[in-house]
């Protein structure tokens, strides 16, 4: 695994959902990192997996921010994400309405296929950690192992209405993380394991030499 997909809002930041004007995040004081979001970021890039960000933000469409707006947002984000030892090495945004019918727009997969074609990102090998139900539908359709977190504004019992499901439900960005690395670790040592008593079998069976007639 050489990169991660994650949503942002819900995910790494507090979902604006009901407590900002618009529900968007539409300037950088209304960006407040989760609990944890930060040191699991710094985490993925201790281990050398890439943080790609996977993010609808309409508002823009709609007229509640700029481009410019969200650019600054994000530049700040990296900013402090890099302070804290972390690093997000892209992020994509659509910045779409519903009804403009593009390919980009989550569940839709354009981000996604853009993003894997440039860091050569095999899809059966990463997983997507998002806090909706478009998320989970996006990764799922490209056969990614799909993660919700409990952070942003859906709950589990609401989860398990949709028509597509998780494959594993966490508490928050950190916890995915955690568990991630710590299931990778264990298959890296099954396959050492597994190297190991292939090359002691083969080294108590020894080369094969002809006897003398």
Request: proline share 2%; glycine share 8%; with cysteine.
């Amino acid at each position: 695994m050489t990169a991660i997909f994650i949503d942002r809002d819900g995910v790494i930041n507090k979902d604006p959902a009901g407590w900002t004007e618009h529900s968007y995040v539409t300037r950088w004081s209304e960006f407040h990192f989760l609990p944890g979001s930060l040191e699991a970021l710094k985490l993925l890039r201790d281990n050398g997996i890439k943080v790609i960000v996977i993010s609808n933000q309409a508002g823009v469409n709609k007229g509640y921010f700029t481009k410019e707006n969200l650019d600054e947002i994000t530049s700040r984000m990296a900013h402090e994400v890099d302070k804290r030892g972390g690093r997000i090495d892209e992020v994509y945004y659509c910045v779409h309405k519903s009804e403009d019918n593009c390919d980009c727009r989550k569940p839709k997969t354009g981000m996604l296929e853009r993003a894997a074609k440039k860091h050569r990102i095999y899809f059966d090998e990463t997983y997507f950690i998002g806090d909706s139900e478009v998320d989970v539908a996006a990764g799922r359709k490209l056969g990614c192992k799909t993660i919700f977190v409990l952070s942003g504004k859906t709950g589990r019992e609401e989860s398990e209405k949709w028509s597509e499901k998780p494959d594993y439900i966490f508490n928050d960005l950190l916890e995915s993380v955690r568990w991630i690395l710590a299931r990778r670790r264990r298959k890296s040592d099954r396959a050492l394991r597994r190297k190991m008593f292939k090359s002691k079998r083969q080294g108590d069976i020894g080369p094969v030499s002809k006897g003398e007639d």
